[in-house]
């Protein structure tokens, strides 16, 4: 059957089971959007291409299938970067199709050009410009093969408007058979075997838990390990969810801003056992002085992410769940007594906590009620900075998929368009975007995403009127010059702005109304803004000075 | 130290990019970089001349292999190789130091490409020691070069 590009693609998105689209439209992708208009395909307009590709992540992340992102060329493309800069550093799967000008005007400066393949190379796993339309079936399969194997990744495909108008037969590829492109998804048992014997033999093993656990679905494999050997679990900051923070052997988050235990028994550790971690300069702080004394086992899909950082003893490429139940089938624990004591010890010893005596709100206690309300059965996105931190100490994450956040990349004004990805996916399920006063003004136009596609998203803004962690920042090592983070005449007044949008704006300035305003929150079947008036120079703690070694940190100590 | 590797990729629109581009955004050091078909029109190779320790490479090729156009990485060291380059290289002569000139042109493996009154052009495939040597010999006795092109190394598997 002969179809135009525009109807090949949203027929191969189809075939691929797309559950949403997250788009904006333009001149060149108008063939595309008419084909949209009568498909039965979700689409949801956002306000702003850089929420669609946030968006797309945060349906990515909460489902796990592949996010699908669409915008115009030119400007639409290149508001598209950040989100698919931030959904590469996560290793989030993505598909991001953008318009392009004309074949033969490509190279033109033609209006509204951008050579987007060449501006996305360093940050997609991979991006196609298509060059015929007979190509655009086969291109379209490959992408979301590239996308969601090995280790994911945001895929481009640059589709120019005559090939979106062009026929072509429309055959969907069944299989992809790619020579150059061949992940490695089983462990070498040779390596898995010696990895047993080091557990076997180790007194102070940690496992260090990263995003890789979630993405290859290995929460069961991992807590069998745990629980088998009795070993404490460490995860990153993409890792939480994927060991349940409520069991006593959670050591919580490592690294600048982990947990104190965490980051001690790290130091003492005699093996470390990474999964699906990448020793990231804010998990490892100081390398030299990381895991000192440890032997390393790294288990990892990418092999470039082996030994990149620290030296590892012994390296197993694959993936996460499938070199877990092959682990968990051969290995006997070790003796873990006396370590687990200690650790314990080090957990009385250092708990995570924050001053909680004044009248004014803490962000850390309003985050502890969210918990209080949800228990842990909510999907928790993130902005950037003093929220995420919070976010990321004071809930307890006990299910992957419900902590999104951006990790690598840090991008602000990433929680609100992730946290509308997450609501469309699970139009039922309790989402929250804790965030702060800085963050949500990147993105807070999307309040009319939400409110029109009648997304109850609960927004917690942890306002502190300040860029609370450069403020940090500054406090601590810039003698309190607060160059242009405090916001002196104010921000904007968040009740009415959600108010305008049609929104539900709620501010909250006393503790005790905390835990009611989050309660109506949930009930409340439209977005809301919670806009909680907390702390202004309350500060992240524990914390790892950039470039020290992770066990001297300061603050928030016993 | 340096490293010679050499990188089959599909033959496809951007591949060049990709891979100078993958050097620069990770600050690794290229020397030099040649590329051509293969025997399989649909296949290109990349011999790529890095400057590094064995950590870097290790990286190099690492990083290499994730560019899903990549086919095959491999590095030549302790593997019996040839590797060559060719330099052209036209240096300005007078009547006096000519005769000179072609004396040390006579003693190495390269040829004379064309001759004038004031330069003398010279064609050299040789590996990068027999390159250097030459130019040394050159320069040892003051010969300006006014132009020099070399293609980068070549190399293969025996």
Not at chain 1, 28 to 57: C, G, M, N, S
Not at chain 1, 495 to 517: M, N, S
Not at chain 2, 45 to 54: C, E, H, L, N
Request: aromatic share 6%; proline share 4%.
């Amino acid at each position: 059957m002969k179809l135009k590009g525009a109807n090949i693609l949203v027929e191969s998105l189809i075939k691929e089971k797309v559950g949403a689209v997250f788009g904006y439209p333009g001149g060149v992708v108008l063939p595309i959007f008419d084909v949209l208009y009568d498909a039965p395909l979700k689409f949801i307009l956002t306000r702003h291409e850089q929420a669609a590709a946030h968006a797309a992540d945060g349906y990515a992340r909460a489902t796990g299938e592949v996010g699908v992102c669409l915008a115009t060329s030119g400007p639409g493309a290149t508001n598209l970067v950040t989100g698919i800069a931030t959904a590469y550093m996560d290793s989030v799967p993505m598909v991001a199709i953008t318009g392009q000008v004309k074949t033969n005007l490509i190279g033109s400066d033609a209006f509204q050009e951008a050579d987007i393949t060449g501006i996305t190379r360093p940050i997609t796993k991979h991006n196609y410009l298509v060059k015929d339309v007979n190509e655009l079936a086969g291109i379209i399969k490959e992408a979301f093969y590239v996308a969601r194997s090995g280790r994911p990744g945001p895929v481009l495909i640059d589709l120019p408007v005559d090939i979106t108008l062009g026929e072509a037969e429309f055959d969907y590829p069944k299989k992809v058979n790619m020579r150059s492109y061949k992940p490695t998804f089983s462990g070498h048992p040779g390596q898995i075997k010696k990895a047993a014997k080091a557990i076997k033999d180790s007194h102070k093993p940690v496992i260090y838990a990263g995003g890789g656990i979630i993405i290859s679905g290995a929460e069961e494999e991992l807590f069998k390990l745990a629980k088998k050997a009795l070993i404490p679990v460490t995860t990153t900051l993409l890792g939480m969810g994927g060991f349940p923070e409520t069991d006593p052997i959670s050591l919580k988050m490592l690294g600048m801003h982990g947990t104190a235990y965490a980051n001690h028994a790290v130091t003492e550790s005699d093996l470390i056992i990474a999964i699906g971690a990448r020793f990231d300069d804010r998990v490892t702080g100081k390398l030299d002085e990381f895991a000192p004394n440890a032997k390393i086992i790294h288990i990892d899909i990418d092999p470039s992410s082996v030994s990149k950082n620290v030296h590892v003893h012994i390296p197993i490429v694959g993936d996460a769940r499938d070199v877990l139940q092959k682990l968990n089938n051969i290995i006997k624990a070790p003796d873990t007594s006396k370590w687990l004591e200690r650790i314990a010890h080090l957990k009385k010893q250092y708990p995570l906590k924050y001053d909680d005596t004044g009248d004014i709100i803490k962000p850390q206690y309003v985050v502890e009620q969210i918990y209080e309300a949800t228990k842990g059965d909510a999907i928790i996105t993130t902005e950037v900075g003093q929220n995420q931190m919070w976010a990321a100490q004071f809930y307890k994450y006990t299910l992957p998929r419900t902590f999104l956040s951006s990790g690598g990349l840090g991008t602000m004004g990433y929680g609100f368009p992730a946290a509308i990805g997450a609501q469309v996916a699970y139009p039922n399920k309790t989402v929250f975007d804790i965030a702060g006063d800085g963050s949500i003004q990147m993105n807070i136009q999307e309040l009319a995403t939400a409110v029109i596609n009648k997304l109850p998203v609960n927004i917690a803004i942890l306002n502190n009127c300040c860029l609370g962690m450069v403020r940090q920042w500054q406090e601590l090592f810039y003698k309190k010059r607060y160059s242009h983070t405090c916001f002196v005449s104010g921000c904007p007044d968040f009740v009415k702005l959600a108010e305008a949008y049609g929104a539900v704006g709620i501010r909250v300035t006393k503790k005790e109304d905390v835990a009611p305003a989050i309660k109506k929150a949930i009930e409340t079947k439209n977005t809301v803004i919670l806009d909680f008036i907390v702390e202004n120079e309350e500060n992240v703690f524990p914390m790892v000075p950039a470039g020290e070694a992770i066990n001297r940190m300061i603050g928030g100590m016993a | 130290m340096k490293h010679t590797i050499s990188v089959l990729v599909e033959n496809k629109f951007g591949v060049l990019a990709r891979v100078a581009g993958l050097f620069s955004a990770r600050g690794f050091n290229i020397s030099s970089l040649a590329v051509g078909e293969t025997e399989d029109p649909s296949v290109s190779r990349m011999t790529i001349v890095v400057k590094g320790d064995d950590k870097i490479l290790e990286q190099v090729k690492k990083q290499l292999n994730k560019l899903i156009d990549v086919i095959y990485v491999k590095d030549y060291i302790r593997k019996e190789h040839i590797d060559k380059e060719l330099i052209l290289l036209k240096i300005e002569v007078d009547k006096k130091n000519k005769t000179k000139a072609l004396n040390i042109i006579k003693k190495s493996p390269a040829s004379i490409v064309k001759t004038t009154a004031d330069t003398i052009t010279i064609e050299m495939t040789g590996t990068q020691d027999d390159i250097e040597k030459l130019l040394a010999a050159l320069e040892g006795k003051n010969f300006r070069i006014k132009e020099m092109v070399r293609t980068g190394r070549i190399a293969m598997e025996l």
